[in-house]
């Protein structure tokens, strides 16, 4: 379902690894967890995991286009991502993003008895 309502606001699934390898190497091969909307005013990528859903573009006005197009599946813009999948993300003026897996490195050392 969310599928076709991302097709039907002219999202387009996409090549993931297309910055690593040309359009023949990767011919037929799509992730379908990734999406992106291109038009004169912008882009828009969405990522999607399960029930997850991380949302980017080139403007706010973009992202804001988006979650207007999904209120049919009731999804809410809970602004700018503070952690996703484990993975803390701090923006900042100056150095923009930066992304921080510590929490998931240690919850998985501890899982399989490699803790300190």
Same mark, same amino acid.
């Given at each position: 379902?969310?599928?076709?309502?991302?097709?039907?606001?002219?999202?387009?699934?996409?090549? #993931? &690894? *297309? =910055?690593? !390898?040309?359009? /023949? %190497? +990767? $011919? @037929?091969? #799509? &992730? *379908? =967890?990734? !999406?992106?909307? /291109? %038009? +004169? $005013? @912008?882009? #828009?990528?969405?990522?999607? !995991?399960?029930?997850?859903?991380?949302?980017?573009? #080139?403007?706010?006005k973009?992202?804001?286009?988006?979650?207007?197009?999904?209120?049919?599946?009731?999804?809410?813009?809970l602004?700018?991502?503070?952690?996703?999948?484990?993975?803390?993300?701090?923006?900042?003026?100056?150095?923009?993003?930066?992304?921080?897996?510590?929490?998931?490195?240690?919850?998985?050392?501890?899982?399989?008895?490699?803790?300190?």
């Open positions: 379902m969310l599928h076709d309502i991302l097709k039907s606001l002219n999202f387009r699934q996409s090549y #993931t &690894d *297309s =910055c690593f !390898y040309n359009q /023949e %190497d +990767i $011919k @037929g091969y #799509t &992730d *379908s =967890c990734s !999406y992106i909307q /291109e %038009d +004169i $005013k @912008g882009k #828009t990528l969405v990522g999607i !995991y399960v029930d997850d859903l991380l949302a980017t573009g #080139t403007s706010v973009k992202v804001d286009e988006f979650f207007n197009g999904m209120k049919v599946v009731e999804l809410k813009d602004g700018a991502v503070a952690k996703f999948l484990g993975i803390v993300f701090d923006y900042d003026v100056e150095s923009g993003w930066e992304l921080d897996q510590e929490c998931v490195i240690e919850e998985m050392l501890e899982k399989f008895g490699l803790s300190k």
